[in-house]
């Protein structure tokens, strides 16, 4: 249950100065796993979020709506649009639904630092095997992701391999897909670096 899996969220903020969503009872986001849903169509899409994290190292939090959790990833250097390009994502505990629109700054604890969302938006599983659909959550436990995003800063396909680089069993690898969303022109991580809610950065949250 979705409750059980915010366990280890909510261990690490014991103490903690925030004002993170605490996940508690029953979140206004249904949330689905399955291929094909959403808005397109006229069925409620899963959500995804990437939001620019600026605490002891800055770093990208990479987020899909499965199963009724955010399930994350810290990307220290952010997804990249060129898809000639491979970025390191270190699975991290999963987050409620509501964290989908959290910004603000986290006093000290953990993650203590400034967050805003750098980009959001509905996503749609692509994962298959043999040609067949393979739901999120059994993608997730095989350890490989298709995803198609519909961001403002990200668009099109990206895959999320589980990899344990380095012997560590919560590395991932996250890749750009090439497709209609790849460029390997643009640099979105360092050009732009507001939210794409409320136009704030990282260091408007810090004064």
Known sequence: MAEDKLSDYRKKRRGSRTDEPAGAGKDRRSGSSNRGGGSRGGTKQPRFVVQRHDAS????????????????????KGPSVNSADKRLAHRTEDHPLDYVDYEGRIEEGYGAGTVIVWDTGGFENLTET?????????????????????GQKLTGAFALTHTKMGGDEANWML?????????????????????????????????
Request: hydrophobic share 40%.
């Open 57 to 76: 190292s800055l770093h990208f939090d990479f987020r899909l709506e499965i199963d009724g959790v955010l399930v994350s990833w810290a990307v220290p």
């Open 130 to 150: 043999a040609g067949e659909p393979v739901s999120a959550g059994e993608a997730l436990a095989a350890g490989h992701l298709k995803v198609e995003l519909y």
């Open 175 to 207: 890749v750009k897909v090439d497709d209609h969303g790849a460029d390997r022109r643009r640099k979105p991580t360092s050009t732009q670096n507001e939210s794409v809610l409320t136009d704030r950065t990282n260091a408007d949250l810090q004064e």
